[in-house]
């Protein structure tokens, strides 16, 4: 049984311009103890499905359609109440900017006593006790000292590692980081990473990756799926989504990162155009407008998911025509000797 299912997931905005889709039919499933990583740029719905997982969407957003379902429970429809006991406890998440999500009137042994004393019969002092071990498992020195300081008072990298600390204090099955390392350095993203990695294995949790990072993806991640205007394109095992890439989109993305092989005047090739409006869907593929090898037939219609390896999954129109995919599941190719 998976401990996540999410099934055929349609959310929307519904604004006084219209309705915008902002995920449209996606399914995945979590298993225990992997790290799935859900890619893609700006308002491809990422953190939109992250929001949906923990019904935390805000007004004019909601759940048009699917199913959620953590350890064989439907989500959909649950009360604030009743996902206020999942909420922290069950599945957590780690925000974008700590600075944003850290409340500055409150020291951050307040904000993460508040958590654990919700979620677990600690007392008073057992929370502090609990929120000193937590910024220690996090690697913050002196916790005594910070857990009586305000966010303003610590740097980026430090305001990360509390917000990891926050999530994990109750011990989740479920850790969503919803893009955790944006806005630090390339040293301090690599620490953080690191530390989010190592939790996991120590905790035996699941985690969901949510970036528009592809270097990110490759360090951590066991499954990645690959985003366009709220749909999948691509899915599958990191190996597979890196080394053998079948949709057009994330192709792009991969041509778009450096290679630090490369001639350093090499010029990178950038995705040509811009994020389509998701107000006026096509009714075809979402990428054909800024598709170089798009067809007539990735204007009319959209492709479903067909097999392109064992462990791999894309709904590209490309693949049907070059003969690459399968409605069937290939059999897994024999490593050689």
């Given at each position: ?54 019904q935390i969407l805000t007004h004019p957003g909601r759940i048009v359609s699917g199913s959620i379902r ?55 002092k057992q929370a502090e006790e609990r929120a000193v071990e937590m910024l220690k498992l996090v690697g ?198």
């Amino acid at each position: 049984m998976s401990l996540l299912e999410v099934q055929d997931l349609h959310t929307s905005f519904f604004t006084s311009a219209g309705e915008v889709k902002a995920v449209n039919g996606l399914s995945f499933r979590l298993e225990k103890g992997k790290v799935l990583g859900i890619v893609g740029e700006s308002g491809s719905g990422k953190s939109v499905t992250a929001y949906s997982v923990l019904q935390i969407l805000t007004h004019p957003g909601r759940i048009v359609s699917g199913s959620i379902r953590f350890r064989d429970e439907e989500l959909v429809g649950k009360s604030d109440a009743e996902m206020r006991e999942i909420r922290g406890n069950k599945i957590s998440i780690i925000f974008q900017d700590p600075m944003t999500s850290l409340n500055p009137t409150f020291t951050i042994g307040n904000q993460l006593e508040e958590a654990i004393l919700l979620h677990t019969n600690r007392n008073k002092k057992q929370a502090e006790e609990r929120a000193v071990e937590m910024l220690k498992l996090v690697g913050i020195s002196e916790p005594e000292k910070r857990i009586r300081q305000y966010a303003y008072e610590l740097s980026g990298g430090m305001r990360q590692r509390v917000m990891i600390a926050m999530a994990l204090a109750c011990e989740p099955d479920i850790l969503i980081a919803d893009e955790p390392t944006t806005a630090l350095d390339v040293t301090i993203q690599a620490q953080i990473l690191e530390l989010i990695l190592d939790l996991q294995k120590k905790m035996g949790m699941a985690v969901i990756m949510i970036t528009h990072d592809m270097g990110v993806i490759a360090q951590i991640c066991d499954e990645v799926i690959v985003m366009y205007a709220g749909s999948v394109c691509e899915r599958g095992t990191a190996d597979a989504i890196f080394y053998h890439p079948c949709h057009e989109y994330t192709k792009g993305l991969m041509r778009s990162i450096p290679d630090m092989n490369d001639d350093e005047k090499k010029k990178l090739i950038p995705i040509a155009g811009t994020p389509i409006d998701l107000l006026h869907m096509p009714p075809g593929c979402p990428f054909a407008p800024r598709c170089d090898r798009a067809m007539k037939i990735c204007l009319q219609e959209k492709a479903k998911e067909y097999w392109v390896g064992h462990n791999h999954l894309s709904a590209c129109w490309q693949n049907i025509r070059d003969g690459i995919c399968s409605t069937e599941r290939p059999e897994e190719e024999e490593e050689e000797a």
